[in-house]
Structures are given as structure tokens and as C-alpha cells.
């Protein structure tokens, strides 16, 4: 399974972005997935997860009723669209597959991950 991370930006506080994922290999679909953050000096950080299913979801508590991630097997691609973005969200994006569990926040349970994608929020 190969991702690729992309949609990043510089956006203003206040402002939205949506990331996208796209994933290759047989295997994407059936994989959970989920999107972390991390800047410089500071471990990489959870921010949502979705199951292979789409119907289960999870959040940061910093994240939660700002950001919604969705995926579309049709497409291959998972989403995280961010809103009322905050100086605080600027950090390097990755998407990840592969935990076991429906959904998960811890890092090392996931298998595949992208190369991130740089968002920026000014102030």
C-alpha cells in the first residue's frame, strides 16, 4: 500500500482546507485509516480516524467538531476537511493505514504512511 498526502497550504485563522490521501494497492480499502500532525521537536500527534467501513469515526479532543474525516473507496482517498482553522493546527499532515483496530489513535498501530503534507495557519 502506497499513500500519498496532499492539500496542504497557508490559509488564514478561520479559514478551511481539505486534505486528501490517495492510496494505491488491492489491499486500501480495506484498511482503517487515520490522519496525524507533527511539528518540529514534538511527537507526531492524532488528529481523526475512520474504519475500513467508513462507519466509525474518531477525533482529537483539540480537532473534534472543527474537522471530519470521510473516505470514498470508489476513488481510493480518504479526507480531512478542517474548519475554523487555528494558528495552533499549523504542523506537517500524514495520512497512515493499516491499524487492526476499527479506528485508532496511537501511531506505532499503524503499517503504511504517506509523506505529509505541510499546513500552515497564519494568524
Known amino acids: 500500500v502506497q499513500l500519498q498526502a496532499f492539500g496542504g497550504g497557508l490559509v488564514q485563522a478561520g479559514g478551511s482546507l481539505r486534505l486528501s490521501c490517495a492510496g494505491s494497492?488491492?489491499?486500501?480499502?480495506?484498511?482503517?485509516m487515520g490522519w496525524f500532525r507533527q511539528v518540529p521537536g514534538k511527537e507526531r500527534e492524532f488528529v481523526a480516524a475512520?474504519?475500513?467501513?467508513?462507519?466509525?469515526?474518531q477525533y482529537s479532543d483539540s480537532v473534534k467538531g472543527r474537522f471530519t474525516i470521510s473516505r470514498d473507496k470508489a476513488k481510493n482517498e480518504v479526507y480531512l476537511e478542517m474548519n475554523s482553522l487555528k494558528p495552533e493546527d499549523t504542523a506537517v499532515y500524514y495520512c497512515?493505514?493499516?491499524?487492526?483496530?476499527?479506528?485508532?489513535?496511537?501511531?506505532?498501530?499503524?503499517?503504511?504512511w504517506g509523506q505529509g503534507t505541510q499546513v500552515t495557519v497564519s494568524s
Open positions: 475512520i474504519s475500513w467501513s467508513g462507519t466509525f469515526t
Open positions: 497512515a493505514a493499516g491499524s487492526v483496530a476499527p479506528t485508532s489513535a496511537v501511531a506505532a498501530e499503524y503499517t503504511y
Open positions: 494497492g488491492r489491499t486500501f480499502n480495506n484498511y482503517p
